[in-house]
Structure formats: structure tokens, C-alpha cells
């Protein structure tokens, strides 16, 4: 059996083209045409906008009002020009106003200015004769043509379009039923229009191309600095893992092995120390459980335990050999920290120094450790860039890890540029005393 289907699906491509332009034409100027839209003041960082000084700039938002505002007046005069009379004075100058009302309606209403634009053109098309351009007099003419361009810098492209084949049907339109002129007239309104709304066009789409790039630009580097945190977050993460698990499994081991280095030790002994073992596997099991979940499929513990302080002089040969010349100065005395804290520390002095070899070549760095009672100092600083050496471009990586391993050991951290044109970071990191730990 043979079934026809009506409806939606039984139109042709021609119809269902036809449809969906007139759905864009009563989107873009029929749906809401008369809704407020205010024209929101200018921007104030432009090029040269910004050396305009403050009361000044304050008021440059305000010169696309100013600029809309001048066309009405000029529109005005155009009205009561010599070679425009044809009315007197008092008719001429309502003939001004109402070829003006258009265009002081782009201030508020857009889309509906374009639609009393062309009732403007209608009615006066009536009671004026029609001249060099057509059905439009000289005010008429530069009116429509002030609203075309205008909404069409607010509306973008396709309103653009759509007024521009509205204005021509309307001004063929007239030219026939009113039998003024002939269809020839219509020619300097529509070659004035197209070029004007093609550059107006043009300008919208780059403006919206570069809006939309410095948009994405900005989410980007949102996005990347939210990867650096997290990847430098992880990093922290697994040599903390490292430290602890290594601690842990020394707590396990001697615990295991403490009764057996007594001769008959007490029962009451040999459970403690079993308690403890079984406490230090039980921590060693659920650390591995939570933190071991930061590594990546292709992660291998470092083989070597991780570096201390003990280790700086071997960091700062490294980087002697690179071309730093760099100077360590050690203040206070001399003890052993927290493995969290002498490992943060000594990546600290590291990412300074790579800092101070990527943006200040040649430049010269001291590296001041200062032990006092309630913890431990760093501080690197280095000298203005020297040389012929171009400085290597960061993206600030470097400070946003130094500032991480800072605020998860509780420390406080400055960085910043030096009066003689160098760069320093300053970090304190608190360590609390055993008798503090142990009460």
C-alpha cells in the first residue's frame, strides 16, 4: 500500500528555503523591533583614547552619542538649506525634524529606527518633489543613510543585509505606485548604502574575530595556569609520598626488629612494638591508598632519596657550570629540618636560580640560608640582566611552584624587582620545635 505523507516533509527545497529566509527577516527586524536597546557608551581603551587625559577619557565614552547626535542637527540644517525649500520655513524645518526623529531613535531603539526611517522616506516622499537622488532629498538621504550605518555597527552583517534589499524594494515600491522618477532613481541610495554597510560590515567582523580571539586567549591562560597548579600540586604530592613512606617503612622495620635486640624482653614490650608496627604499616597502606592516586601510569619512585639542604653546594655547582656565577651565604646554625622541609627548600633555591638563568643572563646571584628558632629563611636574589644575552621568555610557571610548596608548608613568601633592576624571592618557612610536636 502506497501512503503520502502531508506536512512539513512534503515541501520543496525551494519552499522550505524560502521559509527559513523569512524567519531570519522576522527575527532580525520584525521580532522585537521596537524593544529598547540602549546604545551603551564607548569603550575607553583604545590606542589613543588612553593618553587622553582622565576627565577627558571619562567623557570620550560618550562620543557615540555625540557623533548621532551631531547627524540629527546636520540632517536639521539640510532641511533648511536654499537649494531644499520647497515648503515654507516652518514646513521645512518639520520636514528637518521629522527626517532627524530616525536617527535619534538609534540611540534607543534600533531596529525600530530603521522602520520610522522608512516611513520618514515614504511620507516625504509624498510631499517632496523628487530630486538628483531620487526619491530621497539631500536631509532624507543622509538620514536613512545615518541609520543604516548605525544600527548596522550594532546589529552586525545580516540585519545589514536585510535593511539594505528592505530600503531598496522600498524605494521601488514608491517609485512605481507613486509614479515619481523613475526606477534609475533608486540607484544612488542603493550603491551609497551597499558600500557603506559593506565597511561597516567588514569592521564588525573583525571586531567580533578579535573580541572572540582575546576571549579565548583568556581562558587559556586561565586553563593553562590552572594545569601549572595542578601539575605542580601532583609533583608536591608524590615527593611528599616519598618522604612519608619512606619515614613510615623505617617505623615498621625497627619496630619489627626492637624485641629481638633485648635479651627476654618483657611481654609488655613485644606488644607495644608490635602495635606500633602494625599502626606504621596500617599508616604506610592508607597513605599509599590516598597520595599513591597522584601518579601517573608511567611514574617510578626516585631510586635515590630525595635532596636536602646538605646537597645545596652540589646545585650550585651545576648551575656554575651554566654561566651563574652564583654566592651562597649561610646564617644561624646549622641543624637538621623536617624532610618536607629541607626537600621544599633546596627545590626553592633550584627554581630561583632557573629563573635567574632563563630572565637575567649574565646577571650575578646570592643564595642567603638563615636557620633561626622558629625555622628556616631563604633567600635568592640576583642582579640586573648584563650582556648581549636576550633574556628567555617564561610564562611564570616557576614562581606559581615555589608559591605552592610555600602555602602548603605554612610559610610566607615576597617576591618582586629590586631597586637596581634585579629580582628577588624571600621565603620563610615555620618549623616547629619538638617540644612544641610533642605536647
Known amino acids: ?54 576627565r577627558l577619557r571619562q567623557e570620550a565614552a560618550r562620543l557615540p552619542h555625540a557623533v548621532v547626535g551631531l547627524m540629527a ?3 536639521v540644517l539640510l532641511a533648511l538649506a536654499p537649494e531644499d525649500r520647497f515648503l515654507p520655513p516652518a514646513g521645512n524645518l518639520v520636514v528637518g ?23 520618514m522616506t515614504g511620507a516625504l516622499a509624498v510631499i517632496q518633489p523628487s530630486g538628483e537622488m531620487g526619491l530621497w532629498s539631500a536631509s532624507s538621504f543622509v538620514a536613512t543613510l545615518t541609520v543604516l550605518v548605525a544600527v548596522a555597527m550594532r546589529q552586525g552583517p545580516r540585519v545589514a543585509g536585510w535593511m539594505w534589499l528592505v530600503t531598496c524594494a522600498t524605494g521601488i515600491v514608491l517609485t512605481v505606485f507613486l509614479g515619481r522618477g523613475e526606477l534609475a532613481d533608486v540607484f544612488p541610495m542603493a ?21 572572540e580571539v582575546t576571549a579565548q586567549q583568556v581562558v587559556t591562560a586561565v586553563e593553562r595556569d590552572r594545569r601549572t597548579l595542578l601539575e605542580e ?14 619515614h613510615m617503612s ?43 592516586v597522584v601518579r601517573s601510569a608511567d611514574y617510578e619512585a626516585p631510586d635515590a632519596p630525595q635532596p636536602t639542604l646538605a646537597e645545596l653546594d652540589g646545585l650550585l655547582a651545576n648551575v656554575r657550570e651554566a654561566g651563574l656565577s652564583v654566592e651562597k651565604t649561610v646564617t644561624g646554625t646549622v641543624r637538621e629540618l623536617p624532610q618536607g622541609v629541607e626537600l621544599s627548600a633546596y627545590r626553592i633555591v633550584q627554581e630561583a636560580l632557573s629563573n635567574t638563568l632563563r630572565h637575567a643572563p649574565g646577571a650575578r646571584a646570592v643564595v642567603e640560608v638563615s636557620y633561626v628558632l622558629s625555622g628556616l629563611g631563604v633567600r635568592v636574589v640576583n642582579d640586573a640582566p648584563t650582556g648581549d644575552v636576550r633574556p628567555v621568555p617564561g610564562a611564570g610557571h616557576g614562581i606559581t611552584g615555589i608559591r605552592e610548596r610555600v602555602a602548603m608548608l605554612e610559610g610566607e613568601m615576597t617576591v618582586g624587582k629590586t631597586a637596581a633592576g634585579g629580582y628577588e624571592v624571600a621565603v620563610f618557612i615555620p618549623v616547629r620545635r619538638a617540644t ?3 605536647a
Do not use: C, K
Open 191 to 211: 550603491m551609497t548604502s551597499a558600500l557603506a554597510l559593506l565597511v561597516v560590515s567588514v569592521r564588525y567582523v573583525r571586531a567580533s574575530a578579535a573580541q
Open 73 to 75: 542637527i546636520v540632517v
Open 250 to 292: 623505617v617505623v615498621a622495620i625497627q619496630a619489627e626488629a626492637a624485641p629481638y635486640r633485648v635479651e627476654n624482653p618483657p611481654p609488655e614490650l613485644v606488644t607495644a612494638f608490635a602495635t606500633i608496627r602494625e599502626n606504621a604499616v596500617s599508616a604506610l597502606t592508607e597513605l599509599r591508598r590516598v597520595l599513591g
Open 1 to 54: 500500500m502506497n501512503e503520502t505523507t502531508t506536512g512539513a516533509g512534503s515541501r520543496t527545497p525551494e519552499i522550505q528555503l524560502a521559509s527559513g529566509l523569512f524567519a531570519s527577516l522576522r527575527r532580525d527586524l520584525l521580532t522585537d523591533a521596537f524593544a529598547y536597546r540602549p546604545l551603551p557608551p564607548a569603550g575607553t581603551d583604545g590606542r589613543f583614547v588612553r593618553r587622553l587625559p582622565g
Open 233 to 246: 600540586r601532583t609533583t608536591i604530592a608524590r615527593e611528599l609520598h616519598d618522604v612519608v613512606a619512606h
Open 436 to 438: 612544641e610536636d610533642a
Open 97 to 119: 525634524l521629522m527626517a532627524a526623529a530616525p536617527v535619534l531613535m538609534t540611540l534607543v531603539r534600533p531596529v525600530g529606527a530603521f522602520w520610522a526611517a522608512m516611513a
